[in-house]
């Protein structure tokens, strides 16, 4: 792998800042500065410290770095929860960021665990 842009959890994570981007334009006008700029905050660190790690050619800051990753995750699961419980997003614009929310935690986890084994 030549390049952090070729990690499926970086470009899956792209995807999820470009639909998260797109929920945060429906939520209220009161919001922007808000749970839509807080949001927005961690949806943009986690495929930005999946690269910032993978740029430190150190496997503990690699490390540590995709922890941060997954940290905004869930902060972004979180935000996105929040959303649903105040009512300013449906279920239906939700689903396809939860899920996508879930993948790529879930593909966080096996990098994590592929480069702690690597130690």
Not at 60 to 78: C, P, Q, W
Request: hydrophobic share 40%.
């Amino acid at each position: 792998m030549e390049d952090y842009r070729d990690l499926l959890v970086w470009q899956k994570s792209m995807e999820l800042v470009k639909q998260v981007y797109a929920l945060t334009k429906l939520l209220p006008n009161e919001e922007v500065f808000g749970l839509s700029n807080q949001i927005r905050r961690a949806v943009v660190s986690i495929p930005s410290n999946i690269a910032e790690g993978y740029g430190r050619h150190s496997r503990n800051d690699y490390l540590r770095f995709l922890n941060i990753a997954r940290g905004s995750k869930n902060e972004v699961e979180t935000q996105l929860e929040i959303c649903l419980m105040l009512d300013y997003l449906k279920p239906e614009p939700l689903s396809a960021a939860q899920s996508l929310c879930t993948e790529v935690g879930k593909m966080l986890n096996s990098l994590i665990n592929t480069v702690e084994i690597q130690k």
